[in-house]
């Protein structure tokens, strides 16, 4: 059988947008393919079912979010003033009510946990290097002067994962901008204030 040519990217963020706005069980294939502009059989030759849609969909939100997280902290300005942007624009992903920007990592975590473990592993080890990330950035402020603590870095950035994690959530049900802006700002305080 001859592969069907597509734009992969493309494919992959059409199908992120999909899983984000329904959940992975709620989405169709039928749905998959109104999203992607693939026939079923296209989609089930190049990724075997919706499960490997899914995991490859997970893979591709990664390097977008990676590259995307990369262009805030690309030494054009300092760490903390880079730190305070990245939490400003996760607020106003949190108030776009666009599904699009929401967090494909956690929705699959959430609703996949304890179901699949390759799919926990996979969106585990992208939040983990997440998180290693933002602690090399914690100790790199620590080693210029600009975050003043003994706190330990990693543990820096457990905590302002943990406090991106309950901003989202909150946002679901507490959708008020400034609302929303005062808490993103207190745990910017914290992280500086440590």
Same mark, same amino acid.
């Given at each position: /059988?001859?592969?069907?040519?597509?734009?992969?990217?493309a494919?992959? =963020?059409?199908? /992120?947008?999909?899983? /984000?706005?329904?959940?992975?069980?709620?989405?169709? /294939?039928?749905d998959l393919?109104?999203a992607?502009?693939l026939?079923?059989?296209?989609?089930?030759?190049a990724?075997?079912?919706k499960?490997?849609?899914?995991?490859? *969909?997970?893979?591709?939100?990664?390097?977008?979010?990676?590259t995307?997280?990369?262009?805030?902290?690309?030494? #054009?300005?300092?760490?903390?003033?880079?730190?305070?942007?990245?939490?400003?624009?996760?607020?106003?992903?949190?108030?776009s009510c666009?599904t699009?920007?929401?967090?494909?990592?956690?929705?699959?975590?959430?609703?996949?946990?304890?179901q699949d473990d390759? $799919? =926990?592993? #996979? $969106?585990s080890a #992208?939040l983990?290097?997440w998180?290693?990330a933002?602690?090399?950035l914690?100790?790199?402020?620590?080693?210029?002067g &600009?975050?003043?603590?003994?706190?330990?870095? &990693?543990h820096?950035?457990r905590?302002?994962v943990?406090?991106?994690?309950?901003?989202?959530?909150? *946002?679901?049900?507490?959708?008020?901008?400034?609302v929303?802006?005062?808490?993103?700002?207190?745990?910017?305080?914290? $992280?500086c *204030?440590?």
């Open positions: /059988m001859r592969n069907a040519e597509f734009n992969r990217e494919v992959l =963020r059409s199908a /992120m947008t999909a899983f /984000m706005h329904k959940g992975y069980a709620k989405t169709s /294939m039928q393919s109104r992607t502009g026939h079923p059989g296209s989609i089930y030759c990724f075997e079912n499960r490997g849609l899914l995991l490859a *969909a997970l893979e591709q939100y990664n390097q977008d979010r990676t995307e997280f990369q262009g805030f902290f690309d030494g #054009s300005q300092p760490v903390l003033a880079a730190l305070k942007n990245y939490l400003n624009n996760i607020v106003s992903e949190c108030l666009d699009a920007k929401a967090c494909l990592l956690t929705k699959a975590l959430n609703e996949t946990a304890g390759e $799919i =926990r592993h #996979s $969106i #992208s983990t290097d998180q290693n933002l602690g090399a914690f100790e790199q402020a620590k080693e210029s &600009a975050l003043k603590t003994n706190r330990d870095s &990693a820096l950035a905590y302002f943990m406090g991106i994690y309950g901003l989202r959530t909150f *946002a679901h049900t507490h959708p008020q901008p400034e929303l802006q005062q808490l993103a700002d207190q745990l910017y305080q914290d $992280i *204030a440590c």
